[in-house]
């Protein structure tokens, strides 16, 4: 039990409550500007300042990708820009629905990506576990406690937030395929940069935001920008170099239960007994989903 308080792991912790609480800042950055606005100007801070300490992260690597050749570029390039699009949409309408959403909802619905990852391989001829399917069937009956006011109707909001945690499954599968085949730290700053760049013309033409507004919104953006993005993602990067990727897994998870906590305790943002029992469901259907399978009981309890 000592190691599941491995340096790892406790980095995996603190990247899931900075995660967490970056759901309360993006609620009070809209305060003060549009959800188009701020995902835009949260992307360009990001990147921006991803870009400024790749040259630190690379003494600190083992093993870097240094793109040479004009085929490694344009896969980089490639890469960059289809990983971009996915995050940016996903995070343009998961903003959108925090518009009306709750933060303890929006952070339980968004970690659904981690049900439809396994979904969205089966169009790929990838079977799909029965873990997993038990996951999906638990989460579905947690997501109508959570989001249905027992008239079988829901939000407009949740289903944004639904759509969001399907495109950021997209996400996860696009970062597979070319995480392995190009520098991830370049290729999260490309598609930081990417995603920023995209949308900047929908802020200008849909929300038409003053430099004074964006200035009010500094410390959510911030916020989001350096360590909701760089920071996380570099202790996600360090941590997950050394812990079981189904420990991993779950640690990351507890993003949706550190979100509940910070509405509560920095929004005051209670859910009532119903829509707590529905948050406790779907992280434990996604606890259920990444439990691993029998031959890697022997590794992960080693890890534990």
């Known amino acids: 039990m000592r190691n599941f308080f491995s340096r790892s792991n406790l980095l995996l912790i603190l990247a899931s409550i900075i995660w ?47 793109p040479k050749t004009k085929e490694e570029k344009q896969k980089l390039l490639l890469g ?15 903003q959108i629905a925090m518009l009306t959403v709750p933060v303890a909802k929006a952070g339980f619905l968004t970690t659904l990506y981690v049900l439809f990852v396994p979904i969205i391989t089966l169009l790929f001829g990838k079977k799909i576990p029965l873990k ?15 989001s249905m006011a027992g008239n079988l109707a829901i939000g407009i909001g949740e289903i944004f937030l639904i759509l969001a945690a399907f495109l950021f499954a997209i996400h996860i599968i696009i970062i597979g395929h070319f995480s392995t085949r190009v ?51 570099t202790l996600q990067i360090f941590a997950q170099k050394e812990a079981n990727p189904t420990i991993a897994g779950m640690l ?11 509405g509560y305790l920095i929004l005051n943002q209670v859910l009532n007994t119903r829509e707590l029992i529905g948050c406790v469901l ?21 890890e534990i």
């Not at 997993?132 to 959570?146: D, N, Q």
């Not at 500094?218 to 996380?232: K, M, N, W």
């Not at 990351?252 to 910070?262: G, H, K, R």
């Not at 779907?282 to 009981?297: K, N, S, Y």
């Open 282 to 302: 779907i992280f434990i259907a996604i606890v259920i989903a990444q439990l691993p399978d029998r031959h890697d009981m022997v590794n992960v309890t080693k």
């Open 80 to 94: 960059s820009v289809l990983c971009g699009l996915a995050l940016s949409i996903g995070s343009i309408v998961q």
């Open 252 to 262: 990351l998870s507890l993003e949706s239960v550190f979100a509940a906590l910070a």
């Open 20 to 66: 967490g609480c970056a759901f309360v800042a993006q609620n009070v950055g809209m305060n003060y500007i549009g959800p188009w606005t701020f995902s835009t100007i949260r992307f360009l801070i990001a990147g921006f300042s991803l870009l400024a300490i790749i040259p630190i992260l690379d003494k600190k690597r083992t093993h870097v990708i240094h």
């Open 132 to 146: 997993v399917w038990i996951g999906i069937a638990m989460a579905l009956f947690g997501l109508y406690l959570l």
């Open 183 to 233: 520098d991830p730290v370049r290729l999260s700053c490309g598609q930081l940069l990417i995603g920023g760049f995209a949308t900047v013309i929908p802020m200008i033409v849909i929300e038409k935001p003053t430099i004074g507004a964006i200035l009010a919104a500094y410390i959510p953006l911030l916020y989001t920008g350096i360590f909701s993005s760089c920071v996380a993602y």
